[in-house]
């Protein structure tokens, strides 16, 4: 097995990384192992000069700075684990340094704005009960899409208002709203069971072939639901999960809570949210202060 499969098997065993992780550190392995065998250079025998080269490499193909530093940083993944593995004496990549992006805060919805965008399905046919659940339930627990499309029946508990995500090999559960319960149990109950194709089937959310809900599919109806509703910010899952964590750091949720919540494993990842949060402060404070 090469150094390249051997490391997907890493990625996805022992690390029980997701499945966009692993295409990401991926395609940015296999662009650099590309790179070196047109400089006929071993995987193996890559030295920092090599990957300092690859990096203006890519500056001179246009690449901007994020993409330049996410490249490192899994090449200095893969080149760590090839070490730990005895491939290699040293990670080539492991000092290599580029320059500093300049980390942006990401957008979130006001709570009108989240209003707004949850009043557009219409619950006058199959479509807008599912897509009103779905929803729902996207930003009452702010989870990623992935496992949106991932959950089974099994992982709702309505009568707790409980909803169990199992990802990354870690099993977490959120509490839902009401209104998140309410459109939930009016689409389990006249809605999905008309949709589906196979009885067996456990996805909890399916698209009307009655079939599990696509990434895509899911990506589309936000879209649209974003332009029937008129707001011009755009629009994605991310959004919906930022503004949920934003908005729970706004009404006095503690980090920590939120944390566990989002499933992240480290609470820096949580603490951009006190970053959006003081500069939404900051930026009502200098238009709302007689002196500022």
Same mark, same amino acid.
């Given at each position: 097995?090469?150094?390249?499969?051997?490391?997907?098997?890493?990625?996805?065993?022992?690390?029980?990384?997701?499945?966009?992780?692993?295409? #990401?550190?991926?395609?940015?392995?296999?662009?650099?192992?590309?790179?070196?065998?047109?400089?006929?250079?071993?995987?193996?025998?890559?030295?920092?000069?090599?990957?300092?080269?690859?990096?203006?490499?890519?500056?001179?193909?246009?690449?901007?700075?994020?993409?330049?530093?996410?490249?490192?940083?899994?090449?200095?993944?893969?080149?760590?684990?090839?070490?730990?593995?005895?491939?290699?004496? #040293?990670?080539?990549?492991?000092?290599?340094?580029?320059?500093?992006?300049?980390?942006?805060?990401?957008?979130?919805?006001?709570?009108?704005?989240?209003?707004?965008?949850?009043?557009?399905?219409?619950?006058?046919?199959?479509?807008?009960?599912?897509?009103?659940?779905?929803?729902?339930?996207?930003?009452?627990?702010?989870?990623?899409?992935?496992?949106?499309?991932?959950?089974?029946?099994?992982?709702?508990?309505?009568?707790?208002?409980?909803?169990?995500?199992?990802?990354?090999?870690?099993?977490?559960?959120?509490?839902?709203?009401?209104?998140?319960?309410?459109?939930? #149990?009016?689409?389990?109950?006249?809605?999905?069971?008309?949709?589906?194709?196979?009885?067996?089937?456990?996805?909890?959310?399916?698209?009307?072939?009655?079939?599990?809900?696509?990434?895509?599919?899911?990506?589309?109806?936000?879209?649209?639901?974003?332009?029937?509703?008129?707001?011009?910010?755009?629009?994605?899952?991310?959004?919906?999960?930022?503004?949920?964590?934003?908005?729970?750091?706004?009404?006095?949720?503690?980090?920590?809570?939120?944390?566990?919540?989002?499933?992240?494993?480290?609470?820096?990842?949580?603490?951009?949210?006190?970053?959006?949060?003081?500069?939404?402060?900051?930026?009502?404070?200098?238009?709302?202060?007689?002196?500022?």
């Amino acid at each position: 097995m090469d150094e390249t499969a051997l490391y997907e098997a890493y990625l996805r065993g022992e690390k029980g990384a997701s499945q966009n992780t692993v295409s #990401s550190y991926l395609r940015d392995v296999n662009q650099f192992t590309s790179w070196l065998r047109g400089e006929k250079i071993a995987v193996t025998k890559a030295k920092p000069a090599d990957v300092e080269r690859y990096t203006r490499h890519l500056v001179g193909a246009g690449k901007s700075p994020a993409t330049v530093t996410r490249s490192v940083a899994s090449l200095k993944s893969f080149y760590g684990f090839l070490q730990r593995e005895g491939r290699v004496s #040293s990670n080539c990549a492991r000092f290599v340094t580029t320059d500093k992006v300049e980390r942006k805060l990401p957008q979130i919805l006001t709570g009108k704005e989240v209003e707004l965008f949850l009043e557009q399905p219409q619950c006058v046919d199959a479509k807008g009960y599912r897509d009103k659940a779905m929803l729902e339930l996207l930003y009452a627990t702010g989870i990623r899409v992935t496992e949106l499309i991932d959950l089974d029946v099994d992982d709702l508990n309505l009568s707790t208002g409980l909803l169990r995500c199992v990802s990354r090999g870690k099993e977490r559960f959120i509490p839902i709203y009401p209104a998140a319960v309410v459109a939930l #149990s009016e689409y389990l109950k006249k809605i999905r069971p008309q949709l589906l194709e196979d009885p067996e089937n456990k996805a909890l959310f399916v698209n009307m072939s009655g079939e599990r809900m696509s990434r895509q599919g899911f990506w589309k109806l936000i879209k649209h639901y974003q332009e029937t509703a008129g707001i011009k910010k755009e629009i994605t899952p991310q959004t919906l999960r930022h503004s949920f964590a934003a908005h729970l750091l706004e009404n006095g949720a503690d980090l920590k809570s939120i944390q566990e919540m989002l499933g992240h494993a480290d609470i820096s990842s949580t603490q951009i949210y006190t970053h959006l949060v003081g500069q939404k402060l900051k930026d009502v404070y200098a238009k709302a202060h007689p002196r500022a």
